[in-house]
């Protein structure tokens, strides 16, 4: 037999990880758009929301990441 012992990563782990690549995509698509100066039409388009969540998707997805990188330790 073998001691060898397994540590599975929590589901809120790979969730950040989601979070933190499609925030990244998002935010960096807001940065194009915001400073090529294409104008494009959408609701709300005046205040920028791929911005906003773009932000918003990676500060959740580094929080989730961050504390549950560790945590089958």
């Given at each position: 037999?073998?001691?060898?012992?397994?540590?599975?990563?929590?589901?809120?782990?790979?969730?950040?990880?989601?979070?933190?690549?499609?925030?990244?995509?998002?935010?960096?698509?807001?940065?194009?758009?915001?400073?090529?100066?294409?104008?494009?039409?959408?609701?709300f388009a005046e205040l920028h929301?791929?911005?906003?969540?773009?932000?918003?998707?990676?500060?959740?997805?580094?929080?989730?990441?961050?504390?549950?990188?560790?945590?089958?330790?």
């Amino acid at each position: 037999m073998s001691d060898k012992t397994v540590h599975m990563k929590p589901i809120w782990y790979f969730v950040g990880l989601m979070l933190l690549s499609m925030g990244s995509i998002i935010l960096l698509t807001g940065v194009y758009l915001y400073f090529s100066g294409i104008d494009y039409r959408t609701v709300f388009a005046e205040l920028h929301p791929n911005l906003w969540w773009g932000t918003v998707m990676i500060v959740a997805g580094a929080l989730f990441f961050f504390l549950n990188r560790n945590a089958s330790e």
